[in-house]
């Protein structure tokens, strides 16, 4: 990919090239890293020798047609080939391509606990142990760890807390916002199993007894006109939206990404169905990207 090819994509896009190298000790969380990424539409590999960044930065850059949000994974595993990561990034820098280098550390402790609640040996260590092998990695990445742009000491954070500071750190704009999954149902085929809510609107009069409406369908206006305007039913909408708001608040800070709100009637045909429009345009004005579903419209 040519320099003129990079910026017509960045003009494209909006964003300028740029890629993302993450490397680190083994168990600092190389890998859960990568996956926040991955998470806010990055195209991450892993495990590459440093000489093919540039190669597969521009096959990516051409097969999605934007030469940003590209990151790889890379660390002693990949042999005598890492040596050359210092001399990569140099190269990567002074042919005008953004290279951030994120490098990940912890403290000897925290390794050790970590390398052995997983039960798997240092790959480092050979036949001498843990403490060793993490002595020769620390050693033998000191020079990328002085020339990172970015170090994290992840000692003291889980994985979503080292996911929400990778967000911080490289996120943009709605990349902090859950997604709602919407789903209308019909409680008489099963609550949805990856429901997070369930809300129950069988307190409404059910259309299916209105003669006019029972072949009708809860996103037909009719039908949803009839539901909407039943007493409590505004009522209903607007407390259950301000209940969810706080709930999602707290899934943003805990970088749970997409929650999954079910409003369920009889059959799924006529209330919930309009419920659940309703509640997705709410949610939609405050700004929340939404997915309205009905899994059971349609089986009656």
């Known amino acids: 990919m040519s320099d003129a090819e990079a910026q017509q994509a960045s003009d494209q896009s909006g964003v300028s090239p740029e890629i993302v190298i993450i490397t680190g000790l083994a168990g600092a969380g190389r890998e859960t890293a990568a996956h926040a990424l991955e998470d806010m539409g990055w195209y991450v590999v892993y495990n590459i020798a440093p000489q093919l960044i540039r190669t597969l930065f521009d096959l990516q850059s051409q097969a999605v047609g934007r030469a940003n949000r590209f990151a790889v ?43 052995d609640s997983v039960r798997r040996p240092h790959p480092l260590q050979g036949e001498e142990g843990v403490l060793e092998g993490i002595r020769r990695e620390r050693e033998q990445l000191a020079p990328l760890r002085r020339m990172a742009d970015i170090v994290i000491d992840t000692s003291p954070l889980n994985v979503h807390q080292l996911s929400m500071r990778m967000r911080k750190e490289f996120g943009e704009g709605d990349d902090h916002t859950v997604t709602v999954n919407v789903l209308s149902f019909g409680f008489k085929y099963g609550i949805p199993i990856e429901s997070d809510y369930v809300a129950d609107v069988r307190f409404l009069p059910n259309p299916y007894w209105v003669p006019e409406l029972r072949d009708k369908r809860g996103i ?32 943003r800070e805990e970088n749970k990404q997409f929650a999954a709100v079910a409003i369920g009637c009889t059959g799924g045909k006529h209330r919930s169905v309009a419920v659940a429009e309703t509640v997705g345009d709410e949610l939609r004005k405050l700004g929340y990207p939404v997915r309205v579903r009905h899994r059971d419209l349609g089986r009656e």
Do not use: C, H, W
């Open 73 to 115: 994974v890379t660390d002693p595993r990949s042999g005598p080939f890492f040596n050359d990561l210092p001399e990569v990034i140099q190269d990567l820098r002074e042919q005008e391509v953004r290279t951030r280098l994120v490098f990940l550390s912890a403290d000897q402790n925290t390794l050790v606990r970590r390398f």
């Open 220 to 251: 037909d206006k009719e039908v949803a006109d009839y539901v909407l305007e039943q007493a409590n039913a505004q009522e209903f909408i607007a407390r259950y939206v301000d209940m969810l708001i706080p709930v999602l608040r707290g899934y």
